[in-house]
């Protein structure tokens, strides 16, 4: 079975400075992996996929499947960025709609 | 609609009651899932359906849950016999594409108390 473990409950850092949120998973297949924000009051959204390598709001991930993380990371912090992110995985095939989430990571920025 | 809409937002139930959880998608949205979120952890899948069809319902935790999307829109999750540990915030999302994850919307969810 899959699993995605976010070893960080809460992080806490000061503006400007760089920020890096683990993710490790174990998934014997070929993954796809995500990461999900959810600001205060407000619902969880997708933040960025790994499939698209793309930079949203500043943030990159890449897939690093021999070390099987998913690191998030920004070089520069802002406090809009304060929020509670999960990482997911849904597997390949047949059962590809299904997320598995980790338990999340709190992240803070400080003025 | 503009998102999607579940209701109501806070549900306190005495164990023992039975409970129905209401999930509104945007209009269209083929897919719609069920998840779980315990105080503490990430969401856990419960159930998917493509339109009316329910094509997975491998995470409902046991014969209390039951989920239904009659006309493939509006979807409604049944808890019966509420237990303490039934406690959590229901999630519901929905998808205009057939199975797939990165098109999810979330809603806002259902906060369950059950005291």
């Known amino acids: 079975a899959q699993r995605v473990t976010q070893p960080e409950k809460l992080l806490s850092v000061f503006k400007g400075a760089p920020v890096e949120l683990k993710c490790n998973y174990s998934y014997s297949g070929s993954p796809e992996l995500f990461w999900y924000v959810q600001y205060s009051r407000q619902r969880l959204q997708l933040l960025l996929r790994?499939?698209s390598r793309e930079s949203i709001k500043g943030f990159t991930a890449d897939l690093n499947k021999g070390e099987t993380s998913f690191h998030l990371k920004k070089p520069f912090a802002q406090e809009e960025d304060s929020a509670m992110y999960y990482c997911?995985?849904?597997?390949?095939?047949?059962?590809?709609?299904?997320?598995?989430f980790g338990k999340g990571t709190l992240l803070t920025v400080n003025p | 609609g503009a998102g999607v809409s579940q209701s109501p937002r806070y549900k306190v139930a005495k164990r023992g009651q039975d409970v129905a959880l209401r999930c509104d998608p945007i209009s269209g949205h083929v897919s719609l899932f069920w998840y779980q979120q315990a105080l503490g952890q990430g969401p856990e899948f419960l159930t998917y359906f493509q339109n009316e069809a329910q094509l997975d319902k491998s995470g409902l935790p046991s014969d209390r849950f039951f989920a239904e999307r009659p006309e493939g829109s509006v979807s409604t999750l049944k808890i019966q016999r509420t237990q303490q540990e039934d406690s959590a915030v229901y999630l519901c999302?929905?998808?205009?594409?057939?199975?797939?994850?990165?098109?999810?919307?979330f809603g806002s969810g259902t906060r369950l108390t059950v005291v």
């Open positions: 997911a995985l849904s597997r390949g095939g047949g059962s590809n709609y299904k997320l598995t």
């Open positions: 999302a929905s998808s205009s594409l057939a199975g797939r994850r990165d098109g999810y919307t």
């Open positions: 790994h499939i």
